[in-house]
């Protein structure tokens, strides 16, 4: 059985930074794509950072990049997200996500969300004014 564990979250000032880790059991970093999402209350959950575990470069939603940075370790099943400068507006719910059999690779990294077939729970961030 997959499970993704995402640890983490917690409160900051403005400005201030955050990592953000997802640890796998039952699924394999190695070839996949992996992604992290965000849902603040009332809007739809939206992509942030999404990387091949294979190489090439990630994707960031245009108004995260140089903020957020997505990296992943392959021997350690491990997945992770620093986040820099932090803003209000980044206050959300932020989930870990694996790619199942769909497309991911150098060429193409997924970036909807019903392009990742595991989630895990979730892992708050709030950050203060």
């Known amino acids: 059985q997959v499970q993704l564990m995402e640890s983490g979250g917690g409160s900051v000032q403005a400005g201030g930074s955050l990592t953000l880790s997802c640890e796998a059991s039952?699924?394999?970093?190695?070839?996949?794509?992996m992604g992290w999402f965000r849902q603040a209350p009332g809007k739809e959950r939206e992509g942030v950072a999404s990387?091949?575990?294979?190489?090439?470069?990630?994707y960031y939603a245009n108004s995260l990049r140089g903020r957020f940075t997505i990296s992943h370790d392959n021997d350690k099943n491990t997945l992770t997200l620093q986040m820099n400068n932090l803003q209000p507006e980044d206050t959300a719910m932020y989930y870990c996500?694996?790619?199942?059999?769909?497309?991911?690779?150098?060429?193409?990294?997924?970036?909807?969300?019903?392009?990742?077939?595991?989630w895990g729970q979730g892992t708050q961030v709030t950050v203060s004014s």
């Open positions: 039952g699924y394999t970093y190695s070839g996949r794509c």
């Open positions: 996500a694996g790619s199942g059999l769909g497309p991911c690779g150098t060429w193409y990294v997924p970036h909807f969300e019903d392009e990742y077939t595991y």
């Open positions: 990387i091949f575990t294979g190489g090439g470069n990630p």
